[in-house]
Structure formats: structure tokens, C-alpha cells
């Protein structure tokens, strides 16, 4: 009995069992869903949390961001305005500059003008002081001869008297007075004309006290003129001062040094500069001067050739001039006059006026008027090592 109670049992648990496994498994498939979906809930709730955190951090960084950028625009606006403020100002400075430049040009017009005036009045005296000069050079010659004249006269009367009575005195034998010409003293810088008188002796002798014999009856009255004209009016010419401006640098005798400026060429320890431009000669020198030099002195045949390699064919003024006195001519450098490259006939002082010096385009020199203009001209300084 027992025995078929079990195996009843048996087959009941057969019947049942492919059931309980499928109950199993529809309740393992229901919690692994569940988990699947819970676990979706849980990466959606923590993705929306990570979000709104971002968008909020977000959005701070955006005000910070925009309240960066306005005041960025407006220290952009205020560095605008104080530009827009500057170049105003700039632009006034500007224009009193410019107002100032043409108020310079216009004075520098006014003074070159004055400058070619005096100069020009300069030139005049000095031809008018050499006219009346020789004016009264003339007339002293003419007064010599006359004098010489007169006394030769006297002493053709004396020679006619062959006799004088005892105690009694020849007629004075008057000697040939020399007459000092007028001498006119050197010019020196002077903006008015001055007189400088000369003065010729006013007595003569009149008596001689040589003894003859008796026979020459009386003396022969000789009439003589007392005194001659003792002032002469002798206009000194005024000049412009000669004084060579100041080299800037300087140079040991001997020592190499060969180093020059921009634009200025080497040779022998002097610099030399070739200046192009229509130019008077006080110009010229006035533009050397603004350089730091002056214009050349030639001492020696090879600077010549050095100089007329460099000067292109153009006639250039040169250091040498006779402004103080005619035909002492004198170096810019001060130095003698121990070289010289005169054209044929020249030095010869054309038209009494000719008194600088200026370089021919063969090389030879002429004198010239100062107030001439050449489109060339050269200065000179010394070279530093």
C-alpha cells in the first residue's frame, strides 16, 4: 500500500514539474526586467541630474562671461574715446606745427632776402670804396707832378742868377717833397664806411744858408704853396668776417685715420663732401658750416687731382678768397697759399669785384664774383679713426 501511495506521488510530481519551471522562469524574466528598467530610471534620473548641474554651471559661466565682455566694452569704448581725444589733440599740435613751419619759412625768405641785400650793398661799398680810392690815388699822382713841377721851376730861376752881392743869400733850394700816396686801412667787418685821413707834410723849408759871392744883386721871392690838401676822404669798404669755422673733429698728424660720414669721401685723413645745388659762395660756405665743415683748402697737387676726379665736370666753389684785401688770397684752413692752379690770366679781378675763388670744370681756378651762381661746391673735414 505504501508502495503505490508512492508511486502515485511520483507521477503527480512528474505531471507538475515542466509548470513550476515555467512559473520559474516568467518570475526570473519579470525581476530581470524590472531590474533592467529600474536601472534605466536610475541612468535617466542621474543623467537629468548631471544636466541640470551643467546647464546651470552653464549658466553662470555665461552671466560671468557677459558681464566680462561689458565692461571689456566699456573699457574698450573709454580707450576709443580717449584715442578720439588724443588724435584731436595730435591733430592741433599738428597744425601749429605747421603753422609754425610756414611762419619759419617765411622768415627764413625774409632772411635770405636780407642776407642777398646786404651782401649786394656790401659788394657796392666795397666797389665804391676802390673807385674813390683810385680817385684820389689819381689826384695825389696829379699833385706830385704838379709839386715836382714848381720846384723844378724854382731851381731854373736860381740857376739864371750867376751872381749875389757879398753878405747876401741865394734863394732856397727847395727839395722834391715825396708825397705819400693815400694809404687806405685794411677793411675789417664793419657794416658802415669810415674815413681814414692822410696827412702830407705842411712846411717847407725856405732859406738856405749857403754863402755866395757879391755880385747877385738881390733874392728871387719865391712863392710857394704852404700847406697842400691834408685829409682824404678814403671809404674803407665793409667785408664779411673770413674767420674759417671750427672743424668739428680732429686728427692727429700721421696718425691713420680714414673713418668719414655718410656721403663723404676719404683721402689723405680728410673727408671731403660734393655738394650739388645752385649756390652763392657765402652760401655754399654757410652750408659747409652746417655740415660741421668748411669749404676745401687745396694744399698740394694730388689732392687737385683727387678733387678734380670727383667734381663731375661742374664748376664749384672752393675755401680761397680776397675779401679782406685785393689779391691777398687766403685759405678757408688759414694756412699760406703754398699751392695754386690759376687758369691762364687769372687771378685779373674782372669788372673790380671778382673775389672768390671757385674751381673750373678742367680743374683750373678762376676768381669770380661771390654773388654767382654754380651748381657745385666742395667741403673739407678731417677724418677720425
Not at 689826384?139 to 740857376?159: G, T
Not at 755880385?215 to 667785408?239: F, L, S
Not at 665743415?293 to 678733387?307: A, Y
Request: glycine residues 6%; proline residues 8%; hydrophobic residues 35%.
Amino acid at each position: 500500500m505504501e508502495e503505490s501511495s508512492y508511486s502515485e506521488v511520483l507521477k503527480f510530481h512528474r505531471r507538475h514539474q515542466p509548470c513550476c519551471r515555467r512559473g520559474i522562469q516568467v518570475a526570473l524574466l519579470g525581476l530581470l526586467t524590472a531590474a533592467l528598467w529600474t536601472g534605466l530610471l536610475t541612468l535617466l534620473l542621474l543623467w537629468h541630474w548631471d544636466t541640470e548641474r551643467n546647464l546651470k554651471q552653464l549658466g553662470e559661466t555665461a552671466a560671468w562671461n557677459i558681464s566680462q565682455v561689458s565692461k571689456d566694452l566699456e573699457r574698450h569704448t573709454g580707450d576709443q574715446m580717449a584715442q578720439k581725444s588724443q588724435a584731436s589733440q595730435m591733430l592741433q599740435n599738428m597744425e601749429k606745427i605747421g603753422a609754425e613751419q610756414k611762419k619759419m619759412k617765411t622768415q627764413d625768405s625774409e632772411l635770405s632776402q636780407n642776407l642777398y641785400g646786404l651782401l649786394e650793398d656790401l659788394s657796392n661799398l666795397k666797389s665804391q670804396g676802390l673807385n674813390e680810392r683810385h680817385t684820389v690815388l689819381n689826384s695825389l699822382e696829379r699833385l706830385q707832378e704838379e709839386v715836382a713841377k714848381l720846384w723844378i721851376e724854382l731851381r731854373m730861376s736860381n740857376v739864371q742868377t750867376p751872381r749875389v752881392t757879398r753878405g747876401k743869400t741865394l734863394p732856397p733850394t727847395l727839395p722834391i717833397l715825396p708825397i705819400v700816396p693815400a694809404t687806405v686801412p685794411t677793411p675789417g667787418p664793419a657794416t658802415a664806411p669810415t674815413t681814414a685821413p692822410t696827412m702830407v707834410p705842411v712846411a717847407v723849408p725856405t732859406t738856405a744858408p749857403t754863402m755866395v759871392p757879391a755880385e747877385v744883386p738881390t733874392t728871387v721871392p719865391t712863392m710857394v704853396p704852404a700847406a697842400v690838401p691834408t685829409t682824404v676822404p678814403a671809404t674803407a669798404p665793409a667785408t664779411v668776417p673770413t674767420t674759417a669755422a671750427p672743424l668739428s673733429l680732429s686728427s692727429t698728424p700721421g696718425s691713420m685715420c680714414n673713418m668719414c660720414p655718410e656721403k663723404w669721401v676719404n683721402f689723405q685723413r680728410k673727408c671731403y663732401y660734393f655738394g650739388e645745388g645752385a649756390k652763392r659762395w657765402i652760401q655754399a660756405r654757410l652750408a659747409c658750416s652746417k655740415l660741421q665743415g668748411r669749404l676745401v683748402s687745396i694744399h698740394s697737387q694730388e689732392e687737385q687731382d683727387f678733387l678734380v676726379k670727383h667734381i663731375n665736370r661742374k664748376e664749384s666753389w672752393i675755401g680761397l678768397r680776397d675779401l679782406n684785401i685785393e689779391g691777398n688770397f687766403v685759405w678757408m684752413d688759414e694756412n699760406p697759399v703754398n699751392y695754386s692752379n690759376w687758369r691762364p690770366g687769372e687771378p685779373n679781378n674782372g669788372g673790380e669785384g671778382e673775389d672768390c675763388v671757385m674751381m673750373l670744370s678742367s680743374g683750373q681756378w678762376n676768381d669770380a664774383f661771390c654773388n654767382s651762381l654754380l651748381n657745385g661746391w666742395v667741403c673739407e673735414r678731417l677724418a677720425t679713426c
